[in-house]
């Protein structure tokens, strides 16, 4: 488990060397830092990875956030589809209120529908779920995700590249931010219709950009927290041979970058692990810092599509512990440590 550095105020003569990310954090959080008013010089971003119904997980972790009140201790928020969701309930400072509608009762079996796909109709509806639950189910303030000083990023797919792009700079509204959140889950196939944006065709981040640190990285972050849906035991995997005969099947000319990207997935992935893995274990001293935050051992194995208000609730619980576990200290300081983040 990562340890934090110990309050300046505990009476230690040194702190504990911690990971850096989480030394940043804890300075900040200490300060009372928001994005108006910072004195250090990182660049600190968290980083949301999606999965479908696996994203209860990070969804939970944001909460926690959240509920620690580190939310403006962070410079932008990076989000994978449903973890851009996400994110920008954080950004917007309502996970809490929106979190809740993952396990209401008859709402993801709504959103989400195997049978549907037998007809011809997306098996997992995010134009209803961004149009109608957040709008008159479980209403989101979409003004002040747009206003928050704390600037949301939606990762998608490029349809004509396969590269991963950032949608921030599209946002200028809220219809735009609706239709970026929505480029960022349009799940191949499973959600439909790419998202078209300003004459460019998206699909759900995850195809080319999982774990959405690299784009992170690429604009000048120092400090990512990356939150992630799958347990250190799970395995990377491929495109499923479905994903690949029906993107193959729709050629070169429809979609020519998805191609390319889903058929060097697998490798990518498990190259994304590899390198969160190494950094969160073995942090250096010079940036880039990354730290991520996973399902723990024993946990759930969530299926993207899984619709139960029972088994999603669990997903938010856990990945809430998960993330106050990853704050908390090992030995003495741990008390002091709880009391300063929940006062928040």
Not at 22 to 37: H, I, K, N, Y
Not at 86 to 93: D, F, I, N, R, Y
Not at 263 to 287: I, Q, V, Y
Request: proline share 7%.
């Amino acid at each position: 488990m990562a340890r934090s550095v110990e309050p300046r105020d505990s009476g230690h003569d040194a702190p504990v060397r911690a990971h850096p990310v989480l030394d940043v954090l804890a300075a900040r959080r200490t300060e009372g830092s928001c994005p108006q008013t910072r004195t250090d010089p990182h660049r600190v971003v968290l980083a949301v990875e999606g999965g479908g119904s696996r994203a209860t997980y990070s969804s939970g972790m944001v909460l926690a956030l959240e509920e620690l009140g580190l939310a403006e201790c962070f410079d932008a928020v990076y989000g994978a589809s449903a973890g851009a969701l996400a994110g920008s309930w954080l950004v917007g400072a309502q996970a809490a209120h929106c979190c809740a509608g993952w396990y209401r009762p008859g709402l993801m079996e709504r959103v989400t529908k195997p049978g549907r796909g037998l007809r011809g109709q997306p098996v997992v509806d995010v134009e209803y779920l961004i149009h109608t639950v957040g709008e008159t189910i479980i209403p989101v303030d979409w003004h002040a995700v747009i206003d928050a000083p704390v600037s949301l990023h939606p990762v998608a797919t490029d349809v004509e590249t396969g590269e991963a792009v950032d949608l921030a700079d599209t946002i200028v509204d809220k219809a735009s931010l609706q239709r970026a959140l929505r480029a960022s889950a349009a799940v191949p196939l499973l959600a439909g219709l790419p998202v078209e944006i300003d004459g460019r065709r998206y699909v759900d981040a995850a195809v080319a950009e999982p774990i959405p640190f690299r784009t992170a990285l690429d604009q000048g972050a120092t400090h990512v927290l990356v939150l992630r849906t799958r347990r250190a035991d799970q395995t990377a995997i491929d495109a499923t041979r479905l994903e690949k005969a029906l993107v193959s099947r729709l050629g070169t000319v429809n979609v020519p970058g998805l191609v390319h990207v889903v058929g060097n997935r697998l490798e990518n992935r498990r190259g994304d692990d590899r390198r969160l893995a190494h950094a969160t274990a073995s942090p250096t001293d010079e940036p880039p810092h990354l730290l991520e935050i996973r399902p723990p051992a024993g946990a759930d194995t969530i299926n993207p599509l899984e619709t139960d208000p029972d088994v999603l609730r669990r997903g938010i619980e856990t990945g809430q512990r998960a993330l106050r576990q990853a704050l908390e200290f090992d030995g003495d300081g741990r008390g002091e440590r709880d009391a300063e983040l929940t006062s928040a």
